[in-house]
C-alpha cells in the first residue's frame, strides 16, 4: 500500500466548479503545498493565480515545489474549434500553466474520426510547447461514452498527437466519470502514454483501485479527504 506522501504525488488535486472564487483557488493551492500533490488543476482563468501562489510558497520553503500549475482547455465539452483550443492552451501556458488538459472534440471519436482527434490534439500540443518544451498534455476522451474499439483510437489519436497522458473523464458529464473496466483499457491501449483517472473518485478504496487498474495520475477534489483515510505516519 502506498503511504500519504506517495499516494498525494499521484494526485491532481482539482476544483473545477464554474462558481469556485478566489479563495477556493487559494485554498486547494496551500492544500496541494501541505499535502505534496502532483499538481493544481484550475480552470484557465485561475492559473496566473495559482503560479503565483505556488511559487511564493517555494521561495518561503527556501526551494522549489514539486507541485505543478494544471490548467484545462476546451472544458468541459470540447466543443470548440482546434485553433480556440490552441489561442487558450497558449495563453494558460504564458499564465504558468505546467501541464494542460484538454476535452477532444468528442463527436470526432464517436463517428471514427481518428484523423480529427489527432489535428485537435495536435494544435492543443504544438501550441503548448511553442511557449514551454516541458508542457505534459493530457486527453481526456470521456471514457463513460465509449466502447473498447473507440477507447483505442482514442488513445492512438492522442499518442499521434503527440500527448502525455490519457484520461477517462471531466467529472461533468451525465454519462460518468472514471470506471476501472475503461482505465484497463486506457493503459491496454495507449502505447506508452501515461493514464489518469478523473471523475467519481471520491473515497481511499476507489483511489487505490484505480491505480490497481493501471492509472498513473487521479484527478480529485476529494483528495484531502483520501489522503486522511490513511494512518499519518503510514
Known amino acids: 500500500m502506498l503511504n500519504r506522501a506517495q499516494l498525494a504525488r499521484q494526485i491532481d488535486h482539482t476544483v473545477l466548479k464554474p462558481e469556485a472564487g478566489e479563495q477556493d483557488i487559494r485554498t486547494v493551492t496551500s492544500q496541494a503545498v501541505q499535502y505534496g500533490f502532483a499538481a493544481v488543476c484550475v480552470n484557465s482563468r485561475w492559473i496566473k493565480l495559482v503560479r503565483n501562489l505556488l511559487d511564493a510558497a517555494g521561495e518561503k520553503a527556501g526551494h522549489g ?10 472544458f468541459p465539452f470540447g466543443a ?10 497558449q495563453h494558460a501556458v504564458q499564465d504558468g500553466a505546467d501541464e494542460i488538459d484538454m ?8 463517428s471514427g474520426n481518428g484523423a480529427e482527434v489527432r489535428e485537435d490534439v ?3 500540443v504544438q501550441s503548448a510547447k511553442a511557449v514551454c518544451e516541458k508542457t505534459v498534455v493530457k486527453v481526456i476522451l470521456e471514457t463513460a461514452l465509449l466502447n473498447e474499439s473507440q477507447i483505442a483510437m482514442g ?12 484520461k477517462t ?9 472514471a470506471h ?20 467519481g473518485i471520491r473515497d481511499l478504496a476507489t483511489a487505490q483501485a484505480m ?3 493501471g492509472a498513473d495520475r487521479l484527478g480529485c477534489s476529494a483528495s484531502v479527504a483520501i489522503i486522511n483515510e490513511l494512518p499519518p505516519r503510514e
Open 155 to 166: 488513445c492512438q489519436a492522442a499518442g499521434e498527437g503527440g500527448a502525455d497522458f490519457v
Open 80 to 89: 470548440q474549434n482546434s485553433s480556440v483550443k490552441a489561442f487558450e492552451t
Open 169 to 177: 473523464s471531466t467529472g461533468f458529464h451525465p454519462a460518468g466519470g
Open 65 to 74: 515545489l514539486a507541485v505543478s500549475a494544471c490548467s484545462v482547455v476546451g
Open 103 to 110: 476535452v477532444i472534440w468528442m463527436p470526432a471519436l464517436l
Open 180 to 199: 476501472i473496466q475503461a482505465v484497463r483499457w486506457l493503459k491496454q491501449y495507449s502505447r506508452g502514454l501515461r493514464v489518469k483517472a478523473s471523475g
Open 122 to 124: 495536435r494544435a492543443v
Open 211 to 213: 491505480l490497481a487498474a
